[in-house]
């Protein structure tokens, strides 16, 4: 969840994120696809804009960023499931994800962050 809280992105933007959307170097994420679930199968599509966006990652999200791609092929998943497939968001049932928790190294919980506030605290610029 800390993830989807500093760097404002939406859960489809953070699942559908591979190895070569990430400059680990320049601490950029390259937002080109986004991951959806419609009637219960996920769909792969363009981001909610329409637009290729860029964001900018706090330095304390650094090693959790490098940790997530090391030893992963360009074309992976930077947060798969343990079979290697797309996350899906949790319910309110169960109150989140068991393997985004497992894919972050941590337990989830809804955060009271709204994506204007991270907006405002981190760049994010978009071109068409």
Request: charged share 25%; with cysteine.
């Given at each position: 969840?800390?993830?989807?809280?500093?760097t404002?992105?939406?859960?489809?933007?953070?699942?559908?994120?591979?190895?070569?959307?990430?400059?680990?170097?320049?601490?950029?994420?390259?937002?080109?696809s986004?991951?959806?679930?419609?009637?219960?199968?996920?769909?792969?599509?363009?981001?909610?804009?329409?637009?290729?966006?860029?964001?900018?990652?706090?330095?304390?999200?650094?090693?959790?960023?490098?940790?997530?791609?090391?030893?992963?092929?360009?074309?992976?998943?930077?947060?798969?499931?343990?079979?290697?497939?797309?996350?899906r968001?949790g319910?309110?049932?169960?109150?989140?994800?068991?393997?985004?928790?497992?894919?972050?190294?941590?337990?989830?919980?809804?955060?009271?962050?709204?994506?204007a506030?991270?907006?405002?605290?981190?760049?994010?610029?978009?071109?068409?």
């Amino acid at each position: 969840m800390r993830f989807l809280a500093y760097t404002g992105l939406r859960w489809g933007e953070e699942t559908g994120l591979t190895v070569a959307d990430v400059e680990v170097s320049r601490r950029r994420l390259n937002i080109s696809s986004n991951a959806v679930i419609v009637n219960g199968h996920v769909i792969v599509g363009a981001p909610k804009t329409h637009e290729r966006c860029t964001v900018v990652h706090s330095t304390f999200l650094d090693a959790a960023v490098a940790h997530a791609v090391m030893l992963k092929r360009p074309d992976e998943l930077i947060f798969p499931t343990k079979t290697g497939g797309y996350l899906r968001p949790g319910n309110s049932k169960s109150g989140g994800s068991p393997g985004r928790a497992n894919a972050l190294g941590g337990k989830t919980h809804r955060s009271p962050l709204r994506r204007a506030c991270v907006e405002r605290r981190f760049v994010r610029s978009c071109r068409e």
